[in-house]
């Protein structure tokens, strides 16, 4: 039973990974064919001082992203998890449909909404606010906005299922136990959603660092990230090496927080099934 | 000592707790009002484009008039159509292989304990935390490698590989939580190892399946990255065609394709959540909150 599966998984997924670190170690030939060899100078070249802000700048949107993500979603997993009463599947549902529609259709609604001639500007204007419009596109706030409406289901479902699983008595015990609200949330509530929090923050990094659609559509080549460069080495530049070196380093980058996720997902079947 | 103090007091407690909620103490209404903003921020972009895709002119800024025109010129574009067909394609195909093979690999992990078992449990997860452009490079890679021309078939093959793990971890979640004893009950009762899977655990474990099957058309049909880096010249999967006429600037056959999408998102998701209420009478199961299975 093991068999079908698991090859495929080793042909198709762990083999390629390997191909990837080959192919990061060699360099181009004259007509942009990938040669293999030892050509560790790839990987000085990610950290080169016309890449590396790139880099730090993948980082940073995907942290303030998560940041985001946390504020936004904490109290709307914490609003269905305590009052959703008999409501609660379905306000869950209500919240997770709009993320159920292709990424790209909804990064595309921003463009709409945000571009020079969308509708934000249309309405600006119509009211006189601004007579020669507002630039909101290609910004950092554009892109990670559409980070943050792109990912902010995978924070809101562990959050909720972590406090959904909660007992609210134990939040009147902490009040009839003389704790103040800030106490209460830090002793009780807070305990209680942190695996939730820790799943949630993985979810919701992890693809943001590797995003390239936001920053493509809502930013410019000011706010190209990892992502961004990654496609243009390989679609656009044919710089296979280099593209497989930054995807080297991202995956190593991110190593921790899989096998975090890794972890956390084993224990819990692991539970599950004992 | 002290218990019986703490007893006398309990009802006092739940007396004063129960004054707070009457109160509304408990029920911030600045709660309730961001909820409410929330769901108009989530909602209202996708309500624009669904309604600028039946203006009748290209204006984003003013909704001039009702017109199907943008849809019209979808449905009589050769190209759209056939990328429409491709996608659906792929996402047929991938839910077909990629839930047989993510069935079988969560009978098999389910409760082996074994060294090769647990190293393929690792194996299995990785997918599903792995940025999608890292997979999409490592397919891309990997047929050229091998020298595969890109096509409709190559995407295929990327899609399915990281659609097993979606299966795996939702079947094996409504597989540990069956009861053994009946399988047991079954072989003993003389019914060989294939009739007890047949006749007593599928029964069990069709809502999952069929949960899970439905997911990952969604998902492959809707992926654009994985797409994106094997794609063939022709036909391309509706997402990356999206995609290239998004990057020629916004137009309005966008916002009809965009909400046609929208569409049959939702709709495979109601199936999604219908169908196994219909086929397991017992087995439901929320599919979008797959950690709640036990």
Redesign the interface.
């Known amino acids: 039973?093991?068999a079908?599966?698991?090859v495929?998984?080793?042909l198709?997924?762990?083999?390629?990974?390997g191909?990837?670190v080959l192919?990061s170690l060699g360099r181009t030939d004259p007509i942009f064919e990938a040669v293999y060899g030892w050509h560790p100078g790839n990987y000085a070249d990610v950290f080169d001082p016309l890449f590396a802000p790139v880099l730090l700048r993948s980082v940073t949107y995907a942290l303030a992203t998560v940041a985001l993500c946390l504020l936004?979603g904490y109290?709307?997993a914490?609003?269905?998890a305590?009052?959703g009463g008999r409501w609660k599947?379905l306000l869950?549902?209500?919240?997770?449909?709009?993320?159920?529609?292709?990424?790209?259709?909804?990064t595309?609604?921003?463009?709409?909404?945000l571009?020079d001639?969308?509708?934000a500007?249309?309405?600006l204007q119509d009211v006189g606010l601004a007579e020669n419009g507002v630039r909101f596109i290609n910004t950092s706030w554009a892109v990670i906005g559409g980070l943050v409406?792109g990912y902010?289901a995978f924070m809101i479902?562990?959050l909720?299922?972590a406090l959904?699983r909660m007992d609210p008595a134990l939040?009147?015990?902490g009040?009839?136990l003389y704790g103040n609200r800030w106490q209460t949330f830090w002793h009780v509530t807070w305990p209680a959603a942190f695996q939730g929090v820790v799943a949630g923050c993985?979810?919701v990094f992890?693809?943001a660092?590797?995003?390239?659609?936001s920053a493509?559509?809502l930013g410019g080549p000011d706010t190209y990230m990892v992502?961004n460069l990654?496609?243009q080495q390989?679609?656009e530049a044919q710089n296979?090496p280099f593209?497989?070196a930054l995807?080297i380093v991202?995956?190593g980058f991110?190593l921790i927080?899989?096998l975090l996720?890794?972890r956390s997902?084993?224990r819990?079947?692991r539970e599950?099934?004992a | 000592m002290s218990a019986p103090g703490w007893a006398a007091r309990l009802p006092l407690a739940r007396r004063r707790a129960e004054r707070r909620r009457r109160r509304g103490f408990d029920r911030p209404r600045f709660l309730l009002a961001f909820f409410l903003l929330f769901v108009v921020w989530t909602f209202a972009p996708l309500l624009v484009v669904a309604l600028f895709s039946f203006n009748s002119t290209p204006s984003l800024q003013n909704f001039e008039g009702f017109s199907l025109q943008w849809y019209d010129e979808f449905f009589s574009s050769v190209t759209l159509r056939e990328s429409l067909v491709a996608s659906i394609e792929i996402g047929f195909v991938t839910m077909i292989v990629g839930t047989v093979l993510g069935t079988t690999l969560a009978f098999a992990l389910v409760r082996a304990r074994s060294r090769v078992a647990q190293a393929s449990n690792v194996l299995m997860l990785i997918p599903l935390v792995t940025p999608e452009i890292v997979a999409g490079v490592s397919a891309l890679v990997l047929f050229t490698q091998i020298g595969m021309d890109l096509s409709l078939l190559t995407i295929m093959i990327a899609e399915i590989t990281f659609s097993i793990s979606f299966v795996t971890v939702i079947v094996r979640a409504r597989l540990a939580t069956m009861n053994r004893e009946v399988e047991e009950a079954a072989l003993d009762l003389g019914a060989t190892r294939i009739q007890t899977v047949r006749l007593v655990v599928l029964p069990a474990l069709w809502p999952a399946i069929i949960a899970s099957a439905l997911l990952i058309f969604a998902l492959s049909f809707d992926d654009f990255v994985i797409a994106f880096f094997t794609t063939g010249e022709s036909p391309t999967p509706l997402p990356v065609q999206i995609y290239s006429s998004i990057r020629f600037g916004v137009r309005p056959t966008i916002n009809a394709i965009g909400t046609l999408m929208l569409v049959i998102s939702f709709l495979i998701v109601a199936l999604a959540v219908a169908l196994p209420r219909l086929l397991g009478r017992r087995g439901e199961q929320n599919v979008l909150i797959g950690g709640e299975a036990g």
């Open positions: 039973m093991l079908p599966a698991g495929w998984l080793l198709l997924f762990a083999v390629p990974m191909i990837v192919v936004i109290p709307i914490y609003y269905i305590r009052f599947t869950i549902a209500a919240v997770v449909l709009p993320f159920l529609v292709n990424y790209l259709v909804r595309y609604a921003w463009v709409a909404i571009s001639e969308g509708l500007n249309g309405i409406y902010l479902l562990p909720y299922a959904d939040i009147e015990a009040k009839d993985v979810l992890l693809p660092v590797g995003d390239f659609i493509q559509l992502g990654i496609q390989f679609l296979w593209g497989a995807t991202m995956m991110l927080w899989m996720y890794v997902a084993t819990a079947s599950a099934s």
